[in-house]
C-alpha cells in the first residue's frame, strides 16, 4: 500500500472512531435524568387571554388576530395551531404579576407556503421582559426546510421576587424588501413555575405500574375473554395470575375523548377533550386538546417524587393535545409515511427498556401506547393469513379506511361475508403480533431486576366493529364491540380472580394511585377498583356519532344493573338492551321494559350535575390532520 493509501486508511479508520465515541457520548446522554425532579405548573395562560387590547403595535394592512398557522407535518407535531397570529411589525404586549422564579413558555412558527421561495424573508421572533431582550430566532421556511415546524421554547423571566412584568411578543421581517415566507404565529403563550421535588428510588416496598394500553382492542380478541383459538397465550398466562374484570366500558368509542377520560379520570364533557374538528371560537370548553387545568395520574405521581416515562404510537396521545401533561419523559412516534403504517409494538417496548436500562434505579409509573390493532390491519408475515378468493385488493390488504367511509357517512353496500371475515383474521392477526412482544417486554423487565416489583395493567381505549351494527371501525355509536374493553391488572399483590362488577376507564386513576400508596384528588367520579364492590353506572359518550343522514351528532350511552341504554339527543332515538340475554345488543327493548324509563332519567341527571370543563388554554387546530390520519374524518 502506497503512503497515500495508508493515510486514507488511517483517516477512515480515525473518522470511525470519532464517530464511534460521538455516538457513545449521545447514548450515555439519552434520558438521562435530573437527581431530582422537576415539574411545571402553568401560572397564567396569556394567549388564552388575548384581545385587542394587547395589541401595541401593527401593519395597517396586516392586522394582529387570532387564527390558525400550520407551519408543517401534522402527524409529525408540527400541524396547524390557534394562535395569535403576528404579520411582521406586530407588537403585542402582556401585563402580568408574576412570582419569583417564574418562566414563559411559547410556540413561534411560521405558516409553510406552497412552494420554495427564494426570495422571500424570515422573520425575526423576539421577546422582551421589562425592555430586555430575552429570546429571538430567524425563522425562515422558504429557505430552510428545518424552520417548517414550531418551536416550542421556555425562558426565564429573571425574577427574584413577586412583581408585575411587562411582556412583549414581536415579529420582525428580515428583509423589508422582500415579502414574508408566510403568516407568523404566537401559539400557548403561558407563564409557569417550577416546584423541585426529590426523586423516590425503586424499592421493593413501593411498586412501579406500568400502564399498557393497546390502541382498538376489543375484549372479545383475547382469549381470556373468550375468543377461540386464542392468539394471547401471554396475556391468557398472565391474567390467569392477576385481575380480570370481565366487564370493563371505555368512556368513549375514539381515542382523544377516551384516553383523556383514562388520564384524567374524568368523563368527556368534563376534560373538555372530544372535539373531532375545529369550530368557531366561541364555542366554550370544547377542546382538541387537554387543558392544563385538568390534572393527571403521571402530574399526581409526579408531585409525589415518582418518576413518569410514556411512549405513543399514536399522534393523538402527544404533548400537541396535551395528553402527555405529567409526564416527565415522553416519546412520541407517528405515522410511517414509507412503511405505511403505524410504529409496531417492538419499537415503543425498545423504547421504553432503553429508558429503563438507565432508569431502573429510580420508581417509575409508566404508560406504553400500542397501535397493533389500529387499521390498517397489516399484521406480519408470521400472524397474517392467506386472503380468500373474490375479496377486492384493498380488503385483501388490510385497508379498510375508504370502504369505511363510503359504507359508514354515504350509504354504500355492506361488505361480503367473506371479507368481513377477512377482515377479523387480519385483526386478530394485529392482537396475536402485540401479544407476541409482550413477552419480549417482560423479558426486559425481567432482565432490568424490576418485573418483580412492577404492577402492570393493560386495557384499551375503545374497541372495533366488524358490521356488527352495519359499520365499520370506530367512533360513530356505542355498542359493546365499540366500548367494551379488556382490563387485567396483574403483579405482586394483586390476588388472582375474576370481578364481574362494572369497571371504566374513569376508574384508572384512582386506582393507579392507590397502587402506587400517593393521594387521590378529591371530586373524581371514579372508583378504587382494588377496593371492590360495584359502579352504579357508566356513562359512555361520543361527539363523532354518525346519523343515518351522514352528518355528526352526540351519542350517550348509560350501562347500568346488566342494561344498556342508547340515546341520541338530535334524532330523539333511544335503545335498551338486555345485556345478560341480548349481549350482541339484538332486541330494543325501550318503550317495553321498564328499565328504559329510570335509565333515562338516569342519564337525564347525569347530564344536568356532570361537571362542565375549564375553560379551554386553546386547542390544537392540526388535530384535523391527525383525525384524517387515523380515519376519524375524511
Known amino acids: 500500500m502506497t503512503p497515500h493509501g495508508r493515510r486514507r486508511v488511517a483517516a477512515g479508520v480515525a473518522l470511525l472512531v470519532g464517530a464511534a465515541v460521538v455516538w457513545v457520548r449521545l447514548r450515555s446522554r439519552e434520558f438521562s435524568l435530573p437527581a431530582r425532579i422537576v415539574t411545571e ?22 392586522l394582529v388576530r387570532q387564527g390558525v398557522v400550520q407551519p408543517g407535518e401534522p402527524l409529525r407535531g ?7 397570529v403576528a404579520p411582521p411589525g406586530a407588537r403585542i404586549r402582556f401585563r402580568a404579576t408574576l412570582p419569583a422564579g417564574a418562566g414563559l413558555r411559547f410556540g413561534a412558527g411560521m405558516e409553510t407556503t406552497p412552494g420554495r421561495r427564494e426570495r422571500a424573508s424570515g422573520v425575526r421572533f423576539i421577546v422582551t421582559v421589562d425592555g430586555r431582550r430575552l429570546y429571538q430566532r430567524l425563522v ?11 418551536f416550542d421554547e421556555r425562558i426565564d423571566l429573571g425574577l427574584d421576587v413577586d412583581r408585575p412584568v ?49 390502541d382498538t382492542l376489543r375484549a372479545d380478541a383475547l382469549g381470556v375473554y373468550g375468543a377461540e383459538p386464542s392468539r394471547t397465550p401471554t396475556l391468557d398466562r398472565l391474567a390467569a395470575e392477576g385481575l380480570v374484570f370481565e366487564h370493563a366500558v371505555a368512556q368513549s368509542s375514539w381515542t382523544l375523548p377516551s384516553v383523556a377520560s383514562l388520564l384524567s379520570g374524568l368523563h368527556p364533557r368534563s376534560h373538555g377533550a372530544v372535539r373531532s374538528q375545529p ?10 386538546l387537554l387543558s392544563d387545568a385538568v390534572t393527571t395520574w403521571a402530574e399526581q405521581a409526579a408531585h409525589a417524587g415518582i418518576t413518569t416515562v410514556g411512549v405513543s404510537a399514536n399522534p393523538l396521545v402527544s404533548r400537541a393535545t396535551n395528553l402527555a401533561q405529567g409526564f416527565e419523559t415522553f416519546v412520541e412516534f407517528s405515522w410511517d409515511p414509507a412503511g405505511r403504517n403505524w410504529t409496531p409494538a417492538a419499537a415503543v417496548n425498545r423504547t421504553f427498556l432503553r429508558w429503563l436500562e438507565r432508569n431502573r434505579g429510580h420508581r417509575f409509573v409508566a404508560y406504553l401506547h400500542y397501535m397493533e390493532p389500529h387499521d390498517p ?43 368481513i371475515g377477512h377482515l377479523r383474521h387480519l385483526y386478530h392477526g394485529e392482537v396475536g403480533a402485540w401479544d407476541a412482544e409482550l413477552a419480549m417486554l417482560l423479558d426486559g423487565l425481567a432482565a432490568f431486576g424490576v418485573r418483580d416489583s412492577t404492577l402492570v395493567i393493560v386495557t384499551a381505549d375503545h374497541g372495533e366493529e366488524f358490521q356488527e351494527h352495519g359499520r365499520l371501525r370506530h367512533g360513530s355509536q356505542l355498542y359493546q364491540e365499540s366500548i367494551r374493553v379488556p382490563l387485567v391488572i396483574f ?31 378529591p371530586g373524581l367520579p371514579g372508583r378504587n377498583l382494588l377496593r371492590g364492590g360495584g359502579a352504579g353506572a357508566a356513562v359512555s359518550e361520543t361527539a363523532v356519532g354518525i346519523a343515518p343522514a351522514g352528518n355528526r351528532i352526540e351519542v350517550l350511552s348509560l350501562v347500568m344493573a346488566g342494561w344498556k341504554l ?12 338486555d345485556l345478560g340475554r341480548d349481549p350482541a345488543e339484538r332486541e330494543n327493548r325501550y318503550g317495553t321494559a321498564p328499565e328504559g324509563d329510570s335509565m333515562r332519567q338516569v342519564l337525564q341527571r347525569w347530564r344536568e350535575t356532570v361537571p362542565a370543563p375549564p375553560q379551554p388554554s386553546g386547542y390544537d387546530a392540526s388535530f384535523g390532520d391527525r383525525l384524517r390520519a387515523l380515519g376519524y374524518v375524511q
Open 140 to 150: 425562515n421556511p422558504a429557505a430552510h426546510h428545518r424552520d417548517r415546524r414550531w
Open 41 to 62: 405548573d402553568v401560572i397564567a395562560d396569556l394567549s388564552a387571554a388575548f384581545d385587542r387590547d394587547n395589541v401595541a403595535a401593527e401593519a395597517p394592512d396586516a
Open 279 to 288: 369550530v368557531d371560537d366561541d364555542e366554550r370548553g370544547r377542546g382538541e
Open 566 to 577: 342508547i340515546h341520541a339527543p338530535a334524532l330523539g332515538r333511544f335503545e335498551l338492551y
Open 166 to 214: 411587562e411582556i412583549v411578543l414581536e415579529t420582525v421581517a428580515e428583509r423589508r424588501d422582500r415579502p414574508p415566507a408566510g403568516a407568523p404565529g404566537w401559539t400557548r403563550v403561558r407563564a409557569v413555575r417550577d416546584t423541585v421535588r426529590d426523586r423516590q428510588p425503586a424499592a421493593p416496598g413501593t411498586p412501579n405500574v406500568l400502564v399498557l394500553l393497546v
Open 491 to 521: 403483579g405482586p399483590g394483586v390476588r388472582a380472580g375474576r370481578r364481574t362488577d362494572l369497571a371504566q376507564g374513569i376508574d384508572l386513576f384512582p386506582t393507579i394511585t392507590a397502587l402506587l400508596g400517593i393521594a387521590t384528588p
Open 377 to 419: 390491519y397489516t399484521p406480519p408475515a408470521a400472524f397474517r393469513p392467506a386472503a380468500p378468493a373474490g375479496v377486492r385488493p384493498a380488503i385483501a390488504a388490510g385497508w379498510v379506511r375508504d370502504t369505511a367511509d363510503a359504507l359508514n357517512r354515504k350509504g354504500a353496500p355492506p361488505l361480503s361475508a367473506a371479507e
Open 78 to 84: 408540527a400541524g396547524a395551531r390557534r394562535a395569535i
